[in-house]
C-alpha cells in the first residue's frame, strides 16, 4: 500500500487548514498555514471557483489527511458506516476516532498521529495487557491502552506525556500519566470530535 511521504506541511496548505500533523509545531508561528496561507504550487493564488463535486471531494480528502489514511482503507471504514444503524457521518468519524494511533494520540503519549503509528508499529503500546502494534487497531470500549513496561523510558513518549499531562484529555478517555496508561471509557459523540470536517459533505459524494 502506498503512503504519502512528502512535506506534512504542504497538505495543510493544500486544505486551507490547520490539520495538526506535525504535533507543537502546528500550535508554533512556524506553522505554514500561518505563514503562507495560499494552497501551495505556482497557481496556488488562482481563485477559480470550486464545483459543489470539487467541494465535496476535498473534504473528504482533508478527512483521509487529518487520521493518516489511504483511500480504500477509507472507504472500508465508510462501507461499516453506511451499514451501521445511526447517523452515517457520526459512525463513520467514531470508526476513525477509534483507530489505535489516534487513540495514543488523544490520550498524550504522542506529539502527532505519525509519531503514533511510528511508536505503535515499534512495539511500545499494549491493548488490555496484549502487545498490539497495528495502528489501525479498533479500540472498544473499556479497553486499557497502555505503554509497555519496557518502553516507558523511551524519550518520544516522556516527552509526549509531559506535555500531554497539560492538555484537554477527551471526557471519553481516561488517563494515568503516572504508570502511562488510559481506559476508552465509551464512544466519542460528534461534539467530542474536533476534527475540522463536514462530514455530511463526504457522505454526499460516496452517495453519488
Known sequence: MGRYTGPSCRLCRREGTKLFLKGERCYSDKCAVERR?????????????????????????????????????????????????GVTGTILLQHLERRLDNVVLRMGFADSRAEARQLIRHGHFEVNGRKTDIPSFQVREGDVVAVREKSRGATPIQRAAEAGNQRSIPAWLDVDFVNLRGRVLRLPTREEIDAPVQEHLIIELYSR
Open 37 to 85: 496561507g495560499e494552497p501551495p504550487g505556482q497557481h496556488g493564488t488562482s481563485r477559480r471557483k470550486q464545483s459543489e463535486y470539487g467541494v465535496q471531494l476535498r473534504e473528504k480528502q482533508k478527512a483521509r489527511r487529518v487520521y493518516g489514511v489511504m483511500e480504500r482503507q477509507f472507504r472500508r471504514y465508510f462501507a461499516k458506516a453506511a451499514r451501521a444503524k
